[in-house]
């Protein structure tokens, strides 16, 4: 019986790998995104704007105090238009499908 060198978990690794390279790209996609729609008050929040990568991918942030406001606020009129709340939610639902694209790309680049 032929011996099978079976690299199942080196390619399991390299899958896990590419998706969570694509994850931190799509944040700082998401990210410069959300900075052109968040209001420009102050600049802070916007110059607050942030991808942290995490084991499993990236976290994006605004750090101000006034950036949860700001993004869940529903009765507030920013002075600039195109900006004002949900700066974040928008741009991460624009990019859920290339996200989604790029996963199945960097899968087949690996599985075939």
């Given at each position: 019986?032929?011996?099978?060198?079976?690299?199942?978990?080196?390619?399991?690794?390299?899958?896990?790998?590419?998706?969570?390279?694509v994850?931190?790209?799509?944040a700082?996609t998401?990210?410069?995104?959300?900075v052109?729609?968040?209001?420009?008050?102050?600049?802070?929040?916007?110059?607050s704007?942030?991808?942290?990568?995490?084991p499993k991918?990236?976290?994006?942030s605004?750090?101000?105090?006034?950036?949860?406001?700001?993004?869940?606020?529903?009765?507030?009129?920013p002075?600039?238009?195109?900006?004002?709340?949900?700066?974040?939610?928008q741009?991460?639902?624009?990019a859920?499908?290339?996200?989604?694209?790029?996963i199945?790309?960097?899968l087949?680049?690996?599985?075939?």
């Amino acid at each position: 019986m032929p011996k099978v060198d079976w690299k199942g978990d080196a390619l399991a690794k390299l899958a896990e790998d590419a998706c969570i390279e694509v994850a931190r790209m799509t944040a700082e996609t998401v990210k410069g995104a959300a900075v052109d729609l968040c209001p420009i008050e102050t600049s802070q929040t916007r110059q607050s704007g942030t991808v942290t990568e995490i084991p499993k991918g990236a976290e994006i942030s605004f750090n101000t105090p006034q950036a949860a406001w700001l993004h869940e606020s529903q009765n507030y009129t920013p002075k600039t238009p195109g900006t004002g709340p949900n700066y974040l939610r928008q741009p991460l639902l624009d990019a859920e499908g290339q996200y989604h694209k790029d996963i199945a790309d960097a899968l087949k680049a690996i599985w075939g």
